[in-house]
């Protein structure tokens, strides 16, 4: 009852302050529960403390900013990409939204690709195929994945965030591509400073003149993490033609040259942008 009411609420200053407060209890010891969000969306999540968890418990979606962003820029009966899908957090809402068009979910983590075949079953979506395995530029590589058992957004091909890791086989996005009929019109990748890796194994694809838009994010120390040059990811992009436009709330800013610092939201693309 709480946290619907909570859900009611508009965003404000320390309401997720206040939620963890009034909740504290629910969100320490919640497991393996079930949600009701916005958009007669619903999800199994693993517990409520993680971001994804939390955010689905106290305002009914995720990022939605980024899923806004994502419908606008996929076309009807273009394929989706959603590599590093977790739970379906993105995933679903987009597949909801998007009837028509196929997404294709990249999950490494046994566990959580387990909640996402849930999360896609228990929404009736006949839109969406899973690939359990670990996007990089080699295919059929055998690798560790680490997914922290709380933290259960941050999978990573490295031990930042738990020691815990189960062996996994790896795909490149060009071989996926190739499994895929029609064309495919956008890709959101979050794979924990390891996208360089993915757009390594796709310049099949992504050298094409129009190849799909890609929204990701930079992060310096988890390119860093990842045995990169922070700005890897970005420079690859630039080498394969894109365009990169650092995402500010509905705004697009051309950045030239590559970020190496800090953090920021990036949509890559080939298509001349046009701002709302």
Known sequence: ???????????????????????????????????????????????????????????GEYEPESIALLLSRVKPGQSFLDIGANIGSIAIPIAKARSESKIICVEASSRMAAYLRQNIAINGLTNVDVIEKAMFNESGKTVNFFNPEEKYGKGSLN??????????????????????????????IDIEGYEYFAFDGGQRLLSQPHAPDIYFEFNDWCEEAAGLVPGSSQKILRSLGYSLYGVSGSRFIKINPCLTTGSKMFLATKSNLVQP
């Open 1 to 59: 009852m709480i946290a619907k009411l909570l859900r009611a609420l508009p965003a404000f200053k320390g309401k997720n302050r206040l939620s963890r407060i009034l909740l504290g209890r629910y969100i320490k010891y919640a497991q393996d529960i079930e949600v009701r969000a916005k958009n007669g969306c619903v999800f199994r999540l693993p517990n409520v403390k993680e971001n994804v968890g939390f955010d689905m418990l106290i305002n």
């Open 159 to 188: 031990s930042v965030f738990t020691n815990q890791s189960e062996p996994v086989l790896t795909i490149t996005l060009d071989e996926l591509k190739s499994r895929i009929d029609g064309e495919v019109g956008m890709i959101k």
